[in-house]
């Protein structure tokens, strides 16, 4: 079982910058696959973009590209979800989710991810 938690969210204005950092207690995350998701109130999970387990492979959503990067450090077992140039329609919860790299690579639907975190909010005002 992996135990993720999510921490860094917050309030920031338009065009600021957020680091959002996604922890895990229970196993090491060097052999499994992370992605960010974000979630509404009445949408579905969106996905912001992935890390393969090595740190190698990223991919984003078209709204991330340019503007968020993910990266990840395994020896503190920490993935993080650098955030610039924030709109008011990047305001949500924000999930990490881990899938175990044996599985295969990891796409953008949420159920290819088998762990969460409980989410942090990021309100991005104009």
């Known amino acids: 079982q992996v135990q993720l938690v999510e921490s860094g969210g917050g309030l920031v204005q338009a065009g600021g910058s957020l680091r959002l950092s996604c922890a895990a207690a229970?196993?090491?995350?060097?052999?499994?696959?992370m992605a960010w998701f974000r979630r509404v109130p009445g949408k579905e999970y969106e996905f912001v973009g992935a890390?393969?387990?090595?740190?190698?492979?990223?991919s984003y959503a078209d709204s991330a590209k340019g503007r968020f990067v993910i990266s990840r450090d395994n020896a503190k077992n920490t993935v993080y979800l650098q955030m610039t140039n924030l709109k008011p329609e990047d305001t949500a919860v924000y999930y990490c989710a881990a899938r175990f790299y044996g599985n295969g690579v990891a796409g953008p639907s949420p159920n290819d991810y088998s762990f969460w975190g409980q989410g942090t909010q990021v309100t991005v005002s104009s």
């Open positions: 229970g196993r090491t995350l060097s052999t499994y696959h």
């Open positions: 890390i393969s387990w090595s740190g190698a492979r990223t």
